[in-house]
């Protein structure tokens, strides 16, 4: 009998995120699908899923809870649905619009740097950026 180890847990899931890469570039459904945190004891692993609608147009930025909120959110905040993935600076740097948290009251805007990192931000500090103040 074999048993799930926490190095083979590790391959299992390399392994089905190159099978659900493939498969978000070929599904119809327009959905992206991505694979969660797992939990495994010695005769089983599970996945938590989570599949997102693709954002079109946003370039590098992944499509996400977050990203999905800021659409929802967008005109009510007084900016576009366009603005996700655009480019602002903040405290010297370039950043692109990533996301936004509605229940974050302090720092509700996601910004993503060049190199893929995400970062907070204040509506402050993005709404000045895109003139939505």
């Known amino acids: 009998m074999n048993l799930i180890t926490q190095a083979e847990a590790?391959?299992?899931?390399?392994?089905l995120t190159a099978l659900l890469e493939q498969y978000n570039q070929t599904n119809a459904h327009g959905l992206?699908?991505?694979?969660?945190?797992?939990?495994?004891?010695?005769?089983?692993?599970?996945?938590?899923?989570?599949?997102?609608?693709?954002?079109?147009?946003?370039?590098?930025?992944?499509?996400?809870?977050?990203?999905?909120?800021?659409?929802?959110?967008?005109?009510?905040?007084g900016l576009s649905k366009d603005d996700l993935g655009k480019p602002f600076s903040a405290s010297g740097r370039e950043f692109k619009l990533c996301g936004y948290k509605p229940r974050s009251?302090?720092?509700?805007?996601?910004g993503q740097d060049d190199e893929g990192n995400v970062y907070k931000f204040t509506s402050k500090v993005v709404l000045s950026a895109f003139n939505a103040v």
């Open 10 to 15: 590790k391959l299992i899931r390399k392994e």
């Open 32 to 77: 992206t699908v991505a694979l969660g945190n797992a939990s495994f004891s010695d005769h089983q692993i599970t996945f938590s899923t989570t599949a997102i609608t693709k954002i079109e147009g946003t370039g590098d930025i992944k499509p996400s809870k977050e990203a999905g909120d800021f659409l929802t959110y967008a005109e009510y905040l």
């Open 105 to 110: 009251t302090k720092y509700p805007f996601l």
